[in-house]
């Protein structure tokens, strides 16, 4: 797979729900931080969002489609001048009826859903993203969007049978797409992950190391994939990534030695002699120093009975 196929494939992204918010006149709404990643699309009229993070509110036009970066509050009105509301009526309204109305709708209307993720190291997907996602209507690119949405809004407002299934099929085709299109287009991407995949050089190298994680990668060999000089990669990777190449490939192997470890009952050792370690130890030393527990904390904290029970308590807390 490709680089952006693996770490979605590895964080597993998963729709915690999917509602839709139609409004009219006057209002302002602020709504809570939250885990994963928000998707909303306007599918009728416009609004304003102001984002922890962000310096002044954006205007999100009919067609367009945001995501909100991990941990943010955001504020939601149809004038950035009013002053916002306590959000819990909308979230409520959602949770019961999947499509909260005020003022009686029919001149706003937007459509959301939200990514939780499994595992522990959904960062290397956060860290690479700016506050919002924006993916305006105006932008070609945007329209590849506009069947998956129509259909997205239909589910919402004439459920069928099948219909929580669909949403969340096209909710995670969205959010790949978005993803993509922001690779592809978006001139404004902070140093890190994204930022260096963008670049057509060091993404080849980051395509190899995904390809061949166990491969002993030298310094060299990384920079005859990517078609420069040793000095040249080295320098490049560390100014678009934030960080040396070496410390790029140990990350990912530990984060594919993480989805194992959390999803698979290999033994240790045979995770680390396929990963290309040398010894038991020399890998738990590297896991260690990166997730910041030990192989066997990490595979008793993230198996699949662990994580569900944490998936359970958050969604008991009610928070959407």
Known sequence: MDPLSDVLSLIEPRSQFY???????????????HQGIKFTAMMRGACWGIADGLEQPVRFEEGDCFLLNGGRRIVLSSDPSLPPQDATCILNAVTHDGVAVHNGGGEVFLICGRFDFSGSHAAVLFDALPPIVNIPRASSQAEVLRWSLDQWASELRDPRPGGALMSIHLAHLMLVQVLR???????????????????RQIGAAIGAMHAEPARSWTLEELARVAGVSRTVFAQRFKALAGHTAMDYLTRWRMLVAADRLGSGDESVAAIAFSLGYASESAFSTAFKRTMSCSPTQYRRRWSPAAADAQHQHRGQRGSP
């Open 19 to 33: 509602a839709g918010f139609d409004a009219a006149g006057d209002w302002s709404f602020d709504f809570p931080a």
């Open 181 to 199: 299109l922001f690779l592809a287009a978006s001139s404004e991407v902070p140093k890190g992950w994204f930022l260096a995949l963008k670049d």
